[in-house]
């Protein structure tokens, strides 16, 4: 069991303990942050404000956590692709029900309120 | 073969398309025989130089290779941009009369359509139901549609026209009927057993002559003697999707020679089928189920008043 | 066949169709990428689903969430983050050929796993035993089945502060979507005035927003089991010394599906319970 | 130094021998091969079920079953032809053999994850076939809601097995991203992979990002039905028209996993057998990465109907557009490589002019189905089933069937008997388009499709249909039979018996377990200097001299 460091069967990038801890520590000051913001009524802000703290969380993890920041960048290029398409899914599916909307029955259920 | 490339014709059917019985089917053709001769043309196009290639390069087997150009960048473009021009156009076309075909018109005469497996029914504004449509010519009809089960289609070929009608939500379709005469309507999305039995017609009345038609049509029991209202009923109610007339085997219990049978009760004991006995299963149908049958039936309380059961009972009297 | 081949040049790791370790690493690292991304377009689906009925009928879910523990969850949160640190620091402590470390940290991260799983088995028995659940087998208690306001305020655990710190600001705020009906905390509320929780009169199809909870959390919760049974794996393996400098494919590729199943708790979390 | 091409010698069929080294082999041609009997054997199956469904349509009232059978029957003909049949049918089968082939390497990326998306294929395969027995399924291949959560046929069943099937095609998928990705050989640039390559890596894209959101789909569709969680079912305050959107997120792209490695294959074959360099490479490439993309923008186009909004219908019948111009560059740059060219009309080229008139015709009637007015018309007709099937019958199956000639001698080390691979192509295709074409006159005259019973003007055009139908059976009797034949008594194949240059043709026929004895460079795989006709072989060996599988001409 080696435990030298051998830079040249070296095979991905090697992240520093402090790297780590400022890290976890972010996280855990943004989770507490977005509970914290809930307490004040923002309108439909707070919705993108959570949000946008989650992105950040976990944009932190991809790029430090799982070393993306360091990696190929196919890698990278397969997660924004696949966020792009979870993006298109979202927004197609919006836009089309909320322009349908009008035209369901409100609170239609027939097996639930019979 | 003139057949086979004849597109459209005024009214009448052609080699490829119904008759074109509303005035959206003339805008709606006249858009399908621009893109039928742009296939042709193209089809033609691939299609002469495909097989002119394939003869007159054809070669002997075992043949080395020939060295000419494996691009041509402006030629490439060309055959590019074209065919993105062209689907512009097409696109713009389609989409401005699909708008049209859409939107209803302010103030259309309103009819509303319920889908069920399997048949349509017609509610008309004064209340009276039909399980055909039946319209005026030259009048704009809005059918403002929604299904008691699950999902189906409204498809009238004649007038171009079709829309899913779709549980939970109403759904709107329209049409300005240019001719008079019975025009098929189908079910255009798949609904189970009897999907292609879904059927219903058209019938668009000479102008003047649809009001005269509603009056009449909605005083039924002035006009039909009280077994025929019944088996109307049988049929436009959904009691022939369970019960049928012949002796066969089905969800409900057959009508044939039921009158005056005694059955026996899925719970025990046994019940004399009687005008007592029908009245209950009409309007409180799970009171007493009929051995060997599930308890599905749906009650039909507020859906028929005395007059209306009478005329059932007396419908499935004369059923022997 | 592929684990063969020690001969010169030719690790015991490296699979025969390789050229060399470096090659095989990237292969396994952008496999697994790949597989990330056919997770994230899994979970896609539910969040479609979401979003719809979210923007669609708001009312549903600004009347649903005061039955999630905020409390709890944040807890959950702060747990699935950091076994995502120790996770982070195992691979870490892998690429360094750290055995020992690596054990630990490995350790805590299963033990993370089982923190967090604890926490939502507590969360699940509460709906359950409330009939929060979903579609046709969502059956919350009915007012009259109350002994006492008391009693109520302990059992619905999930839901002790919302109706203190939020309700009121948000009821006004949304006067049209939830009648401000009553402010009072949990329980205290008269029978036939809505449910207890103060949040007004329950709107139609409560039940889809606790389908889509459970779907949600269900399925995270089904990766966060698979993901400790794969660091389960490694840690064995580890013990075993497999993993250094040299080799440590495996606890990298474990350690970035946990770190996604971590990424994707971080939007369920305040997607499902911090709602406005 | 082993003589690989003149003596029998070990090649990856006969290196080990038992069922157990085939069922549990690591090796991508075997896999391939197990691949290729498992999809045929769906096809079989399929083909089947279309020959009951079109031996009832002989009438327009009830002819050989009941209506629900008939409903079980289409559905299943839908299911097994598209889940089991030609999603995997060019990739996994044809695409496994030859894709490490071609990129001159020793295997795929990820062997073991090849073979358990084989066992994977096998275990969902079985649980949607043994949904026949179980009360079979009547929903149609689409699934859609209310209808598939109220019907009480055994719908989870299949929706596990296609679920399993799903994870099946995106293992195939996610290997050969890696494998394109990380074991191209020196020399071979991006723009130096033959076509086929990018064809296939297109339709992994497709099958990674896509599948996934099969799955989901199928999990709510599969909880609503056990657990009534509401998502989908009006009758519980959901959205039916919710579910087509989630269902055609993933299964307009799938069109794609079916269309696109068929174009590959399609530009192999054009080139090769016009023995001319293919015309306009990098257009072709990219417009097999456009239609990727292209491909997940477009699935509203199958919602014009259903209540989706006319403000989504537009923005899909624009996108809609899109896709025709990719395919219509392809169609253009395979012409023009004819051009000029010395064109041998041997099995596999006549299934390619096949596809290009087939494909021609589906690609162009998609144009009235795009634009928004005619489509109201014909959507949910016949003219859907026929333009289906001019796509991927037309296209699809008869671009396989053209690789499977193709390669067959690779894969087996067997000449087939070439005039019969004619004569049945020939049939084939008149049987084709006698059977589709009329499908197009019914639509577009308002037959619906699904339609168990119908009217009585369709019934001559009904007939004409099926006795198409029968024409092709007799075609696939042909073709399995002289197939079957040549494992028999075939001739031994040279290593290129058609003159290509692609590094699959650099290997004996059979290739040996290891694919080359050699280490492979990248090559222009589209040109064909190097090759000269041998009559004794009849097949080509390099210019050098040799066989063109030991000597170090591609290096």
């Known amino acids: ?114 | ?320 | 066949m592929t684990d063969s081949h020690g001969s010169e040049g030719h690790p015991a790791h490296l699979q025969h169709h390789f050229d060399n370790s470096r090659q095989q690493f990237s292969a396994s690292k952008l496999g697994m990428w790949l597989f990330l991304a056919t997770e994230i377009l899994l979970f896609a689906g539910l969040f479609v689903a979401y979003a719809v009925y979210r923007s669609n009928h708001p009312e549903i879910f600004i009347y649903a969430h005061y039955f999630l523990d905020t409390k709890l969850g944040g807890i959950n949160t702060m747990v699935l983050l950091l076994s995502s640190f120790t996770m982070a620091w195992g691979v870490r402590a892998a690429q360094l050929g750290q055995r020992k470390l690596l054990v630990a940290l490995l350790s805590l991260t299963l033990l993370g796993g089982f923190g967090f799983l604890g926490i939502k088995y507590v969360e699940y028995e509460a709906k359950w035993k409330h009939g929060l659940l979903w579609g046709t087998n969502y059956n919350p208690e009915s007012h009259d089945d109350h002994t006492g306001a008391d009693e109520h305020a302990e059992e619905v655990e999930e839901a002790p502060t919302a109706p203190e710190t939020g309700a009121p600001d948000r009821l006004n705020l949304e006067p049209t979507v939830v009648p401000p009906s009553a402010t009072g905390p949990a329980g205290t509320v008269p029978p036939g005035e809505g449910l207890p929780h103060g949040q007004g009169a329950e709107p139609d199809n409560v039940h889809i927003f606790f389908g889509i909870y459970f779907l949600m959390t269900g399925l995270h919760g089904i990766h966060v089991l698979v993901g400790m049974s794969l660091i389960f794996w490694i840690l064995l393996k580890s013990i075993g010394g497999a993993y250094g400098p040299k080799y440590f494919t495996p606890v990298d590729l474990v350690g970035l599906y946990w770190h996604l199943v971590d990424l994707i708790w971080i939007f369920l979390f305040p997607l499902l319970y911090l709602i406005h | ?555």
């Open chain 4, 1 to 555: 130094m082993s003589t690989a091409a003149t003596t029998p010698d070990s090649n990856y069929l006969n290196v080990t021998k038992g069922a157990l080294s085939w069922l549990l082999t690591l090796d991508h041609k075997r896999i391939g091969i197990l691949y290729l009997v498992s999809i045929l054997s769906s096809f079989f199956l399929g083909g089947m079920m279309a020959m009951l469904i079109r031996t009832e349509l002989l009438t327009p009232g009830d002819t050989i079953m009941t209506a629900d059978q008939y409903n079980q029957v289409f559905t299943l003909h839908g299911a097994i032809m598209i889940f089991l049949f030609i999603i995997p049918g060019i990739p996994a089968a044809l695409g496994n053999f030859v894709l490490p082939l071609m990129l001159g390497a020793k295997d795929v990326a990820f062997p073991r994850l090849n073979l358990m998306s084989w066992w994977l294929w096998i275990t969902g395969a079985f649980i949607a076939v043994a949904s026949i027995l179980i009360n079979a399924v009547d929903t149609g291949w689409t699934f859609y809601t209310p209808y598939s959560t109220t019907t009480g046929t055994s719908v989870t069943l299949i929706v596990t097995g296609v679920f399993i099937l799903g994870f099946s095609s995106i293992l195939t998928g996610l290997n050969f991203i890696v494998t394109i990705h990380k074991l191209r050989p020196k020399g071979m640039t991006w723009f130096k992979m033959p076509l086929l390559l990018w064809g296939l890596y297109s339709t992994a894209i497709i099958q990674v990002l896509a599948t996934p959101v099969l799955g989901i789909t199928l999990l709510l569709l599969a909880m609503e039905r056990v657990m009534g969680i509401g998502i989908f079912d009006a009758a519980l305050g959901g959205d039916p028209v919710l579910f087509q959107h989630f269902f055609w997120f993933y299964s307009h792209p799938a069109v794609y996993i079916m269309i696109l490695p068929a174009m590959g294959v399609i530009s192999e074959l054009i080139s090769v057998f016009s023995r001319k360099h293919i015309f306009g490479y990098k257009f072709i490439a990219f417009s097999s990465i456009a239609i990727a993309v292209f491909s997940f923008l477009v699935w509203g186009h199958h919602m014009f109907t259903s209540g989706q909004s006319e403000l989504v219908n537009m923005i899909f019948s624009a996108l809609t557009f899109s896709v025709s111009i990719p395919s219509a560059i392809k169609v253009f740059n395979w012409l023009a490589t004819m051009y000029k060219g010395r064109i041998q009309l041997d099995t596999p080229m006549l299934y390619a002019l096949s596809f290009l008139f087939l494909f021609t015709i589906g690609g162009l009637t998609g144009l009235f189905l795009a634009t928004l007015a005619t489509d109201i018309h014909l959507h949910d007709t016949y003219f859907i089933v026929a333009h289906f099937h001019y796509v991927m019958f037309g296209g699809t199956v008869i671009a396989f069937l053209g690789g499977l000639h193709y390669w067959w001698p690779k894969m087996t080390g067997k000449m087939y008997n070439e005039k019969l691979g004619r004569i049945a192509s020939v049939i084939l295709f008149v049987g084709f388009n006698v059977t589709f074409f009329t499908q197009f006159v019914m639509g577009s005259r308002g037959m619906p499709r699904r339609y168990f019973h119908y009217q009585e003007q369709f019934t001559s055009l009904n007939q004409l249909s099926s006795v198409g139908s029968y024409i092709m059976a007799v075609a696939f009797f042909m073709i399995a039979g002289y197939l079957l034949h040549s494992l028999a008594k075939g001739r031994k194949a040279p290593a290129n018996p058609w003159g290509a240059n692609s590094l699959e043709w650099h290997t004996p026929s059979p290739p040996p377990f290891d694919n080359f004895d050699r280490e492979m460079r990248g090559v222009d795989p589209y040109d064909y200097t190097g090759w000269k006709y041998d009559e004794s072989i009849e097949g080509y060996v390099p210019v050098g001299g040799g066989d063109g599988t030991r000597d170090s001409r591609a290096v």
């Open chain 2, 1 to 320: 073969m003139i057949g086979f490339l004849s597109t459209t014709g005024a009214g009448e059917p052609s080699f490829w398309l119904p008759s074109q019985s509303s005035t959206i089917a003339q805008r709606v053709d006249s858009i399908w025989e621009f893109i039928f001769w742009l296939s042709v043309f193209f089809f033609a196009l691939v299609v002469v130089l495909g097989a002119r290639f394939a003869l007159k390069y054809r070669a002997a087997r075992g043949q080395g290779t020939v060295a000419t150009t494996d691009h041509n960048t402006v030629l490439e473009v060309v055959w590019t941009v074209i065919p993105t021009l062209l689907v512009v156009v097409l696109f713009w076309i389609g989409f401005r009369t699909y708008i049209d075909m859409s939107t209803p018109p302010e103030n259309a005469y309103e009819i509303q359509v319920t889908g069920q497996k399997w048949q349509w029914l017609f509610t008309y504004p004064n209340g009276y139901v039909d399980e055909n449509l039946h319209a005026p010519v030259n009048t704009d009809v809005v059918l403002v549609m929604t299904s008691e089960d699950v999902i189906h289609s409204m498809f009238i070929p004649a007038f171009r026209t079709k829309q899913d009608v779709v549980p939970g939500r109403y759904s709107k379709l329209w049409f300005n009927a240019t001719e008079t005469g019975e025009f098929d309507i189908y079910c255009a999305e798949y609904c189970g057993t009897s999907h292609s039995d879904m059927g219903a017609k058209a019938i668009i009345h000479p102008e003047g002559e649809y009001e005269p038609w509603l009056k009449d049509a909605s005083n039924l029991h002035g006009r039909f003697p009280p077994v025929e209202i019944g088996e109307k009923y049988y049929k436009r109610f959904g009691c022939k999707q369970c019960h049928s007339l012949d002796g066969g085997a089905g969800i409900g219990p057959t009508f044939k020679g039921l009158y005056g049978t005694m059955e026996r009760l899925s719970g025990g004991g046994s019940v004399l089928v009687d005008e007592n006995y029908i009245r209950e299963s009409i309007l409180n149908p799970q009171a007493k189920v009929t051995e060997g049958y599930s308890p599905v039936m749906p009650t039909y309380q507020g859906r028929f008043n005395d007059q209306d059961i009478t005329a059932i009972i007396e419908f499935i009297k004369s059923v022997e």
């Open chain 1, 1 to 114: 069991m080696a435990t030298e460091h051998n830079h040249h069967d070296q095979v991905g990038h090697v992240v520093p303990v402090p790297l780590l801890g400022g890290v976890i520590a972010a996280l855990m000051i943004l989770t507490w942050l977005t509970v914290f913001v809930t307490k004040f009524d923002l309108g439909s802000l707070n919705i993108f404000i959570a949000l946008g703290i989650a992105v950040i969380k976990g944009a932190l993890v991809v790029l430090f956590f799982m070393h993306l920041r360091w990696d190929a960048p196919i890698n990278g290029i397969v997660l924004i692709s696949s966020l792009l398409l979870v993006f298109l899914f979202i927004g197609f599916a919006l836009m089309d029900s909320a322009a349908y909307a009008p035209d369901q029955i409100p609170g239609y259920a027939p097996r639930i309120n019979p």
